[in-house]
């Protein structure tokens, strides 16, 4: 399905009069570079919308949530973090270090 025009994805034409009835439900009067930036972002939004739509995604199945990955997303992960060496940098960026302990003040009703 290709998105023809703005009336097949909001319900209508979205032009100047729209937003400024929208605007004015909301109790707000929009300057001429705000209706333009809106109405400019609207056009993106569609280009945008009708570039997906030259791809084939028919054998591609729906994620169960917006932001679950795909199984087999670790084989992408190649590093493996290693944290033995924070405990040196840790004493180092330290002010209050000595002899490779942090000194931790003591404070009673501060």
Do not use: C, W
């Not at 209508?12 to 009067?29: M, N, R, T």
């Not at 995604?57 to 994620?63: A, D, E, R, V, Y």
């Not at 040196?88 to 009703?109: A, G, M, P, R, T």
């Amino acid at each position: 399905m290709y998105i023809k025009n703005n009336k097949e994805l909001f319900g209508g034409e979205v032009d100047k009069q729209k937003i400024l009835k929208l605007a004015k439900s909301l109790y707000f009067v929009p300057n001429e570079k705000v209706i333009y930036t809106i109405l400019t972002e609207k056009d993106q939004m569609l280009a945008r919308i009708n570039y997906l739509h030259q791809f084939d995604t028919k054998s591609i199945q729906p994620l169960e949530k917006i932001n679950s990955l795909p199984k087999g997303i670790e084989i992408l992960f190649e590093d493996i973090p290693d944290f033995t060496s924070f405990r040196e940098q840790l004493f180092d960026n330290s002010i209050h270090n000595s002899e490779k302990q942090i000194i931790i003040k003591k404070v009673i009703d501060d």
